[in-house]
């Protein structure tokens, strides 16, 4: 059967992690790929870079981050933030990285979908939607971090998206964001039923029990970033919850062992 | 002195290539085997390989095209293969060894396993399959020695190995019915999870790869 992912994200600025809690374990808590390491230790079954650098300058310091990231963990990678063309994909996609989130290039232009399908398979093509509620049952696409309104249907965007050959929706509730009062379930139903694609919940997180209503409400894939960071839930406290509850969860791996040469 | 394993990345545009060499190479490193990974698309050095590792992304017809692209190439995979060098297959490289894929028109493989690749059905479930799960093996194998409890793979695809000889597998996953996803025949095996990213799991089995003697060569269909 397969699993619930459980993906912790990142908040990647100039190369340095924007969250981040000194953990204990870490020479260097703002680096990404100590943080990248220790969850991928602790269980996690996919991370997300958001790469929030403003500056055109610090453009490439993600790819330095992908690139050591991937040389130290074999877990899928997700990387979004200020993926524009199909050539900004194939640089991270040649760093290390598996996937590449789109968000506001795919809104203005969305027959980018289609060509990074096209190039590098639907696979590694995820679109991220942030969304604003406008009425009950109504949502708006935003962009630009949720500060631009484009006027589009939250659902008809993800009808589209999917049949522009985007492997995978990252939807984001804006009004949830940062508030940790849980996901935008209304939302999460509506999408999932509309789709066949994965999706992927994120806003909103703040108890255990968020993620069991998020899961329940259709998300295969449940994404948070400042619980994990902050140190208020590990990755197996979210696990067990969800197991409690009767979810699917992938056990922690055991670490490699050499195998006993004969 | 144990002489250095040379393990050969194939390079035609298929994939994610550095991410199945940095994992072939770690394996190689965790296990003590000397080994040195090349990307490469050059006919010679894949005859000359000690390993072969087809790695894809992508539609089948893509990637089978690409296979064809650079002159030679082909030909010296299927030579090598002949000889006994053991290959590995992940994802789409994993389906090109059907004898045809049906994604975007019909596509000829390499034939070296029966079957064909096929959408996969899945009623109720997304599509495609993406995330980990659960290995359930159909018989004991060299590559999925050492594993431990409950192994679990990366899946990411749509399309799925059908009509297969049951002999021809190794493990299959549970995806709306028995999904084959890991098969061998000979000296040539493939994997339709991801094993550059599936942890300690596919690591493991990347290294149980290059320690691998298989008994018996592949037997290539007509």
Known sequence: ?262 | MTKSLSIAVIDYEGGNLASAARAAARAAELSGIPAHVTITNRPDAVRAADRIILPGQGAFADCARGLSATPGLKDALLDATRAGTPFLGICVGMQLMAERGLEHGTTEGLGWISGEIAPMEAPGLRMPQMGWNELNFTRPHPLTEGLGTAPHGYFVHSYALRNTRPETLLATTDYGGPVPAMVCNGNVAGTQFHVEKSQTVGLRILANFLAWTPETPCHVHA
């Open chain 1, 1 to 262: 059967m397969l699993k619930l992912r459980v993906i912790p994200c990142l908040d990647v600025k100039n190369g340095r992690v924007v969250k981040g809690v000194n953990f204990v374990e870490l020479r260097d808590a703002g680096d990404p790929v100590e943080q990248a390491a220790l969850y991928d230790a602790a269980g996690a079954d996919e991370l997300t870079f958001l790469d929030i650098t403003a500056s055109h300058e610090n453009r490439d310091t993600i790819l330095d981050v992908v690139s050591r990231t991937a040389e130290r963990i074999f877990l899928p990678l997700t990387v979004g933030g200020g993926v524009r063309t199909t050539d900004d994909m194939r640089r991270l996609l040649l760093a290390g990285a598996d996937k590449c989130a789109m968000n506001s290039a795919a809104v203005s232009r969305p027959e980018l979908i289609n060509e990074a399908a096209r190039k590098f398979g639907s696979q590694c093509v995820v679109v991220g939607v942030d969304a604003r509620q406008s009425s009950t049952g109504k949502w708006e696409v935003y962009t630009h971090g949720g500060r631009t309104p484009t006027g589009r249907d939250v659902i008809d965007w993800c009808q589209e998206v999917a049949e522009r050959g985007a492997g995978e929706i990252l939807l984001t509730s804006m009004d949830r964001d940062g508030t940790r009062s849980g996901f935008d379930l209304s939302l999460l139903k509506a999408a999932t039923q509309a789709v066949r694609l994965p999706i992927v919940a994120s806003g909103g997180v703040g108890e255990l029990k968020h993620f069991v209503e998020g899961a329940e409400a259709g998300a295969t894939g449940l994404l948070a970033a400042s619980v994990f960071h902050f140190g208020q839930f590990t990755v197996s406290q979210v696990k067990s919850a969800l197991a409690e509850a009767g979810l699917p969860v992938r056990p922690t791996p055991s670490p490699f062992q050499a195998k006993s040469r004969t």
